[in-house]
Nanobody, 127 residues
Framework: VQLQASGGGLVEAGGSLTLFCEASGFTRGDYAIAWFRQAPGKEREGVSCISKSGITTKYTENVKGRFTISRDISYNTVYLQMNSLKPEDTAIYYC?????????????????????WGQGTLVTVSS
């Protein structure tokens, strides 16, 4: 079971990025996926999540209206479209699967030692 996060980079405030999370080793579409982020000196926080079916999505308050999560079940890929980026969005972004989430999705908390985690992709937003 592997998760591969990509799409991070350097962008100016107000710009956009799309993050990708590719999953392998799972039964296609049989899991909810969440994006977490960790900024320097801060704890990891849940950003957004999407259910197995893609019907249920959740966002942490400070990204609502700016970020959109979606998934392509046929390609086992989850996307995080990030618009109107702010310097405070700067962080390493991780995608993760909590196998205990059987319905809907969850923004955690999910300890790093639990579930399945991608390696992270760095997003830097300059002011």
């Amino acid at each position: 079971v592997q998760l591969q996060a990509s799409g991070g980079g350097l962008v100016e405030a107000g710009g956009s990025l799309t993050l990708f999370c590719e999953a392998s080793g799972f039964t296609r579409g049989d899991y909810a996926i969440a994006w977490f982020r960790q900024a320097p000196g801060k704890e990891r926080e849940g950003v957004s999540c999407i259910s197995k079916s893609g019907i249920t999505t959740k966002y942490t308050e400070n990204v609502k209206g700016r970020f959109t999560i979606s998934r392509d079940i046929s390609y086992n890929t989850v996307y995080l479209q990030m618009n109107s980026l702010k310097p405070e969005d700067t962080a390493i972004y991780y995608c993760a699967v909590d196998p205990m989430v059987l319905a809907g999705c969850s923004l955690g908390p999910l300890p790093a030692s639990v579930g399945y985690w991608g390696q992270g992709t760095l997003v830097t937003v300059s002011s």
